[in-house]
C-alpha cells in the first residue's frame, strides 16, 4: 500500500499526476549529478563532433569537470567551464565523483578551510587548473590534485561538476 495508499479509489487521473510529480521531483534531485563529468587520467580528447574523425578541439587534464549536454552514441556533447562545447568518448570521463577548476585567474591554495589558514605550498593556482572535489565547508571546496596533494580554495574562484 504504501504512499500510494487509495489511489486507486480516486482514479486514474489522480494517479498519473502523483507519478508525474514523483518522475520530475526525481529528475530535478539527480539533475545535477547526472549532468557532471569528471575527466579520469591520463587525459581526454575533446573533439569537434562524437567521432574520431572529426578534428581535435583540445587535451583536458585529469580531473577536468565537464558538463554534459546531450549523449550520442559512445560519446557525450560537453560543455567546459568557458561554455565552449565539444564531444568527448564516455570512457575517458566518469561520473563517479566531482571535479573542480579554478575559474579566477588566480586563487588561493589553502592548507584549511579560511583564509586564517595559511597558503600550501603551492601558494596559488592558475585558470584551468583541476582537482578532484573531496569535502565542501561552507564557502570552501577541500580538493585532490594527481599526485593526491590536498589543499582548500576559496569555492566562488572555482567551477564545481
Known sequence: MGIFKG???RGSSCQ???????????????SSKAFALCVVPPKANLRKGPGLNFSLIMDAIPYTPLKKVSKKGGWYEVKDVDGKSAWVREDVVT???KCVVIKDEF???????GTKFPKSGAGMGEKYLSFRLLEEQKEWVK???LDGDQAWIHKPAVWIQ
Do not use: H, Q, S, W
Open 107 to 113: 586563487a588561493n591554495i589553502r592548507n584549511g578551510p
Open 7 to 9: 489511489l486507486e479509489k
Open 143 to 145: 580538493v585532490e590534485d
Open 95 to 97: 561520473t563517479t565523483y
Open 16 to 30: 498519473y499526476i502523483t507519478m508525474r510529480t514523483l518522475i520530475l521531483f526525481c529528475a530535478f534531485t539527480l
